[in-house]
């Protein structure tokens, strides 16, 4: 017979962080309190390479309230969160990363401010404990994202945060493929509130997001959730107009002046390359969104889940 169902849920994405598993599952069943519980820990194994998955099944055997859940290869952070919110079945769903630098026991402080009429409570990071090379990444790619997608992002806010089972509703009925979590619980719009929490060192295993990999990330999040770009790209064309337009204007008073000359080859060939450029670059950009559209018109499953440990009976 399968337990109760849980009343609070907790999602966390596994990447790299095999040695403080163990740590996480205790940390966040002492935290909780009883009058929250039943509860379940959905750990998301993200084909982690440290081998996290066989440490996750003896997480699963030892306690009943660990649900594992093992992708089929590494889908990335977002999608390993949208894959335990699909699987999550608490009134109330806490999403935190793996490498303890979200600290268990500010979970009750997250479900205190879950009153009613708010459906999302978010932790903001009072001061965080990452490198510096780690919060100088973090902000220019919050600051470009921001002026990209023409919303505010703050940085201190992160995944760290409590859900009602209406936002988790709302997420997992969304169709897309290209998933980024922050930005779809802003999207429903629902009541949300903040609450400042600690931040920990990280105790295991290293972030996988260099500066390199966050402008990528940067880059899906704006050809998924806006369209400045192309309107970019518009004023751009518009730009070159006008341009064109003064040389055209430029040309005639010179000749009705009198004063042609011929045409240096160096300053077309320039003109030329420029043009071009700028053509290639517009066509580039619409076909990333077009790629965009290809792959949700597929249709293909997100995420695949090869294995799933505890599984619940219902």
């Given at each position: 017979m399968?337990?109760q169902?849980?009343?609070t849920s ?6 790299g962080c095999i ?12 935290a909780?309190?009883?009058?929250r519980?039943?509860v379940e820990?959905?750990?998301v194994?993200?084909?982690s390479?440290d081998g996290?998955?066989?440490r996750?099944e003896?997480l699963s055997?030892?306690h009943p309230?660990v649900?594992?859940?093992?992708l089929?290869?590494n ?7 949208a894959?335990g919110?699909?699987?999550a079945?608490?009134e109330?769903v806490?999403?935190m990363?793996?490498d ?5 026991e500010e979970?009750p ?11 999302v409570?978010?932790g903001r990071?009072?001061?965080r404990?990452d ?10 790619f919050f600051?470009l994202?921001?002026w990209l997608?023409g919303?505010?992002q703050?940085?201190s806010?992160?995944?760290?945060g409590?859900?009602?089972r209406?936002v988790?509703?709302?997420l997992?009925a ?5 998933r980024v979590?922050p930005?779809?619980v802003?999207w429903?719009?629902?009541p949300?509130t903040h ?9 295991s295993?290293?972030?996988g997001y ?10 899906n999040i704006v050809?998924?959730y806006?369209?400045?770009?192309l309107r ?8 070159f ?6 040389i ?5 008073y010179?000749?009705i002046a ?5 045409a ?5 060939v ?6 071009g450029?700028?053509?290639i670059l517009?066509t580039?950009l619409v076909?990333l969104?077009l790629?965009r559209l290809?792959n949700d018109?597929?249709?293909?499953p997100?995420?695949i889940?090869r ?8």
């Amino acid at each position: 017979m399968d337990r109760q169902p849980p009343r609070t849920s907790v999602v966390s994405p596994v990447y790299g962080c095999i040695g403080c598993l163990e740590e996480l599952v205790l940390r966040v069943k002492a935290a909780i309190p009883p009058e929250r519980g039943p509860v379940e820990i959905v750990l998301v194994d993200d084909a982690s390479p440290d081998g996290a998955w066989s440490r996750i099944e003896e997480l699963s055997a030892l306690h009943p309230e660990v649900r594992g859940l093992r992708l089929s290869r590494n889908f990335g952070q977002h999608l390993a969160i949208a894959a335990g919110l699909a699987h999550a079945r608490g009134e109330w769903v806490v999403v935190m990363d793996c490498d303890l630098q979200d600290v268990p026991e500010e979970i009750p402080k997250l479900l205190g401010a879950a009153q009613p009429g708010t459906d999302v409570v978010l932790g903001r990071r009072v001061e965080r404990q990452d490198s510096l090379g780690k919060r100088a990444s973090s902000y220019l790619f919050f600051r470009l994202l921001s002026w990209l997608t023409g919303v505010r992002q703050d940085h201190s806010v992160a995944n760290f945060g409590a859900y009602s089972r209406k936002v988790v509703d709302v997420l997992n009925a969304m169709p897309e493929a290209d998933r980024v979590f922050p930005l779809m619980v802003r999207w429903t719009g629902l009541p949300a509130t903040h609450v400042d929490v600690e931040h920990a060192e990280r105790t295991s295993g290293r972030s996988g997001y260099s500066l390199a990999r966050l402008m990528r990330l940067a880059t899906n999040i704006v050809l998924s959730y806006s369209d400045k770009p192309l309107r970019l790209v518009v004023k751009l064309g518009l730009a070159f107009a006008l341009v064109s337009l003064l040389i055209v204007a430029a040309s005639i008073y010179r000749f009705i002046a009198g004063d042609v000359q011929v045409a240096g080859y160096t300053s077309i060939v320039a003109s030329v390359w420029l043009v071009g450029s700028v053509i290639i670059l517009c066509t580039g950009l619409v076909g990333l969104y077009l790629g965009r559209l290809y792959n949700d018109a597929k249709r293909r499953p997100a995420w695949i889940v090869r294995q799933e440990s505890n599984r619940p009976q219902d």
